[in-house]
């Protein structure tokens, strides 16, 4: 029988043995790197864990192909296997990040896509409105002088502002503004007030994927459809 080695999260013994009793691929990275979940049972308390782990070598990704291959091919998870961690809320399934968008502002958005699905509705309000946030910072002048009418101190730092700031001067596509109106009170109830519901959650995360869409993902094909269609006219 395999086992891994990990702090149990149901005890929390420390560096305590699991018994593992099945295992599944469940993704894949690289063309190598197998993700896989492990269901385990911890000797100390007898309760069940399943672990995340990723393969550690590429030599060894033909080993771990089918399920239970790791039931039935090592004895020791640790000396395969990196990244091991307990599944938890985070791996509920969410709504995908729109495409073409900054890596930072997608790992942003996965964290508030998952807690949404985990019913942490505070928590995924906060993180799309640091998605917009984020993503809105850029369309601020960087000198006062490249513009008649600069945003001032509260609409460079605060998002409510410099959203009002960005329709004001035609930076933001003006039939967003009425959404972005109640989202901007929704974000602001769920970081000063912890009372987000769910529907305000998801008013947050429409606008989210329409503005980030907007911003990153229809420029990012138009500019690809532009690339290949010179390639197409201008062969190598």
Known sequence: MAELVENCPRCGADQITFDVLADSMVDEEYGWQSHHEIFS???RCGRATIFFVKLADPNHQRLFRERNSILTKVQIVNDYFKERRPVTIRDTQGVPSPALIPANIAAIFNEGASSLAG????????MFR????????GFLPEREEDIAAPPN?????????RLQWLFRHHLIPA???ELAACIREDGNDGAHEGNLTQAEAE???DFTIVLLERIYTEPGRVAAARQRR???HNPP
Not at 119 to 126: D, I
Not at 153 to 161: I, T
């Open 153 to 161: 101190r509260n609409e460079r730092e605060k998002l409510a502002f």
């Open 130 to 137: 640091l998605c917009v946030d984020l993503a809105t910072k």
């Open 230 to 232: 010179l390639e197409r």
């Open 175 to 177: 039939d967003l503004e």
């Open 41 to 43: 049972v911890c000797r």
């Open 203 to 205: 008013d947050l995360l």
């Open 119 to 126: 019913g942490c509705h505070n928590a995924a309000g906060a």
